[in-house]
C-alpha cells in the first residue's frame, strides 16, 4: 500500500449541476438568481444559482425563506430525468479516461491519478479531464487536486465556480488552516456549533487540540475530524459500479389469501428498501411487485416513477400494483418487492417534491433506525409483518435481519 503522501486524488464537481443543465436549454438564465424545487411555501430548496446565493439562499433550505432573501428568483420545478441523463454522460466521460474512479453522486466524482505524475503529469490530466466535461457536456465544472480526497475537496469548494486547484504534497495543514471549520467535510450544523462555542472557529485552532479531547467531545467521529483538520485522510477511491436494483421477497410456509396480512408485508418490505436506499444514498424510479401463486406461476408488474427514497412517494404506487395483479381465486406462495434503474444522489432530488417537514421526518426516523434496527420505526400497516427474514442489503455488504417492533 502506498504511504498517504504519495497519492494523488482528484475531487471533481459540477458546477451547480441542476441549474446548469436548465441553462443548456435556456439561455436567458444565465446570469440571474434560479432556484430549482417544488414551488410552495411548504417546499425546500434543492438547487439554486451562484447568483442566487449571494442572496443567502442554499440547498435545503425551506423555499418560503429563499423567496423572502430574493423575490426575484426564478422558481424552475426541476427535471430529474434529463439530471440524470447528463450526469450518466459526464461518468461516461470521467470512465473512457481515467483508470479509477468513484462516482459518490449525481454531481460529484473521486479520481485516483496516482502515478501518472511520472508520465504525463497529473494536474495535466485533470485539467483535460476537466475541459473535456465542459466541451461534450457544456457544463462548467470544478476540480481539487491533492494528496487525498478530503483536502481535494475542500480544494474543490475554494476554486468554484468553474475553476481548479491543486494543493502541492506537504502544504495540506497550512492550506486548511485558516478556514472555518464548516469547511472539513463531515461538519455539520450542530457539530460547528458546539465547537464555536468552544472558541474553535478555524481549523488551525482545532489542529492544535489534542485528538483525545476531540474524542470526549464528539467521541468516535472527533478523532475523523481531528485527522482531517489535520489533512489526513486514508480512505481509497472505490471503483464505481452501478448497482441496478435491490430486491426483497417473502416465501410463506403456508399459502395464504389473507389480502390484509399481503398488504402489511408488502408495507413492510417497502419501507424497509427505502430506508436501505436512503442510507445507501440511492434514489430509485422503478418500482416493481412480484406474485408467485400455489401452482407456481409468477406475475410481476412495475412502473417507472420520478426518482425517490421517499415511502410516502412508493407505498401507494406498490399498493396499486399489487392491485392490479391479485387474483383473488388463487392463493399466494410469496410475495416481493423491487426497486430498479438506481442513481445515487441521496435525498438531494426529492426535494422537487418534498417539504421541509417531510425531509426533517425521514432523517429523524433513519437516525433511530441505523441506531436500534430498521424495523423500530414502521407504519402500523406493516406491523403484522414481524418476521419477514433476511433481506439484500446492497450498500453495506451484510443483509440485515428485519426486528419485530420495539420501543427506542
Not at 96 to 111: A, H
Not at 185 to 196: E, F, S, Y
Amino acid at each position: 500500500m502506498l504511504a498517504r503522501d504519495q497519492r494523488t486524488i482528484v475531487h471533481l464537481d459540477l458546477d451547480s449541476f441542476f441549474v446548469s443543465v436548465e441553462r443548456i436549454h435556456n439561455k436567458e438564465l444565465n446570469g440571474k438568481p434560479v432556484i430549482i424545487g417544488a414551488d410552495s411555501d411548504r417546499g425546500v430548496v434543492a438547487s439554486c444559482s451562484y447568483e442566487a446565493r449571494h442572496f443567502g439562499i442554499r440547498s435545503a433550505m425551506p423555499m418560503r425563506m429563499a423567496k423572502q432573501l430574493c423575490p426575484e428568483a426564478i422558481i424552475l420545478r426541476g427535471n430529474s430525468g434529463e439530471y440524470m441523463k447528463k450526469s450518466d454522460e459526464v461518468t461516461e466521460i470521467i470512465r473512457s479516461k481515467v483508470p479509477l474512479f468513484e462516482k459518490t453522486s449525481v454531481d460529484e466524482f473521486y479520481v485516483d491519478l496516482t502515478g501518472t505524475e511520472k508520465f504525463f503529469g497529473a494536474m495535466l490530466l485533470a485539467t483535460e479531464l476537466r475541459q473535456s466535461i465542459s466541451r461534450e457536456t457544456h457544463l462548467p465544472n470544478s476540480f481539487g487536486l491533492s494528496i487525498n480526497k478530503t483536502v481535494s475537496k475542500v480544494a474543490t469548494n475554494t476554486a468554484k465556480p468553474n475553476g481548479q486547484r491543486e494543493v502541492e504534497r506537504g502544504t495540506e495543514k497550512p492550506f486548511l488552516a485558516p478556514m472555518a471549520i464548516e469547511a472539513i467535510p463531515g461538519v455539520g450544523d450542530k457539530t460547528a456549533h458546539l465547537l464555536r462555542s468552544m472558541g474553535v472557529a478555524r481549523i488551525h485552532t482545532m489542529q492544535e487540540l489534542p485528538i483525545d479531547l476531540m474524542h470526549r467531545l464528539l467521541g468516535e467521529h472527533g478523532p475523523v475530524l481531528w485527522r482531517k483538520a489535520n489533512g489526513i485522510d486514508d480512505s481509497p477511491v472505490i471503483p464505481w459500479h452501478e448497482r441496478k436494483s435491490i430486491s426483497t421477497e417473502r416465501t410463506f410456509a403456508q399459502d395464504t389469501i389473507d389480502v390484509v396480512k399481503l398488504k402489511g408485508l408488502l408495507t413492510a418490505m417497502a419501507e424497509s428498501l427505502a430506508f436501505q436506499l436512503r442510507k445507501g444514498e440511492k434514489l430509485t424510479s422503478c418500482v416493481a411487485v412480484k406474485i408467485r401463486y400455489a401452482d407456481f406461476q409468477t406475475h410481476t408488474r412495475q412502473l417507472r416513477i420520478g426518482y425517490t427514497a421517499c415511502d410516502h412517494i412508493i407505498l401507494p404506487i406498490i399498493h396499486d400494483l399489487f392491485r392490479a395483479l391479485y387474483d383473488r381465486r388463487q392463493r399466494i406462495r410469496l410475495i416481493g418487492v423491487r426497486f430498479s434503474h438506481l442513481v445515487g444522489g441521496g435525498h438531494q432530488m426529492d426535494a422537487f417534491t418534498d417539504t421541509a417537514e417531510a425531509m426533517s421526518l425521514y432523517q429523524a426516523m433513519d437516525k433511530v433506525r441505523k441506531r436500534f434496527g430498521d424495523r423500530t420505526v414502521m407504519r402500523a400497516a406493516g406491523m403484522g409483518a414481524q418476521s419477514i427474514g433476511r433481506m439484500d442489503n446492497p450498500f453495506d455488504g451484510q443483509a440485515p435481519v428485519l426486528l419485530a417492533n420495539r420501543r427506542a
